[in-house]
């Protein structure tokens, strides 16, 4: 018997068409998709079921609420089918990704996130590839992980960054080597692969506490940190220049942070950098953020920490427990220094 898949179309230029103002998510996807790919009757590709959602989104449009509704929908039918696609748009994929991952506790099957560079309706595109693989992969795969896979590779959801915004690989995980490659043959590299985890599998909806990302640049003032940090935020993404460091030299700018921290905010520090990680200690610029009360994120990219932090807060932790939890590893978003 043919694995079952649900696939959840979201929006994204996957499915989108032209319009006088650019390119706009359309409905009717499946029609469309039947008609471009007579391939999904064959044997190798599993059976599927697409639900289009009432409003397509540009995933530039996407917010946390709508998270909660992809992640809802899939834990609903987990026990169903055996394997799950995202259709989604590139933009923000990596962090519905990440917040997948962190809400779909204990899960037992495959989400493949992917979306396309190129609309489907288009003569050139990557739409077809990357449908196929992800349906392929969520039937076939075996890997109980939030995944992306795009432009022949499979990457761990919560290691994802958007790093192109005209190649088709627009996806890398900079600090994870792929969990699979897609040439001639599928290779998964097992070893890479996180085990289910032991508990059982549960929805974590995030709630409505205010976590933001905010990139350090050269002349950030202390008032603009100040009012950024202020209330009702509850956990700030620093993105700090690379080894996790920031403007030490400023008193302003620490008793900023320092306040904050006081407060109660949790200031992560991530690196702008591509490839590395945060360790506050390296340098006498980062150990400053941590006397200031920040914490570091290691190698998780922003949109790891952003929604590891959402999901911390809708988890009722105290500020205390969420400086503790964010340098723990839940679901393959880190390594281990
Ligand atoms: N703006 C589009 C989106 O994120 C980009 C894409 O999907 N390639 O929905």
Redesign the pocket.
Known sequence: MKPRVWVAYT????G?VPSASG?V?APGFLARLRQALPQLDAPTVPDFELYEYAEL??????RPDDWNRIAADIAARHDAYDGFVVL??????AYTASALSFMLEGLRKPVILT????PLCEPRNDARDNLLDALILAGHCGIAEVCVAFNGVLLRGNRTTKVKAEGLG?FESPNLPPLAELGIDIRIHRERVRAPAALPFRLRPFGDAEVAALRLFPGIRADFLRRALAEPLAGLVLEAYGAGNGPARDPDVLAALTQASARGVVIVVVTQCLEGRAELGTYAAGSALAAAGCVGGQDMTAEAALTKLAYLFAEGLSAAEVRAAIRCDLRGELSAG
């Open positions: 929006g994204g230029t996957i989108m390119y998510p989104l540009d995933s530039a449009n996407m989604h748009g590139t933009d923000t994929m979306g396309s560079q190129i627009a």
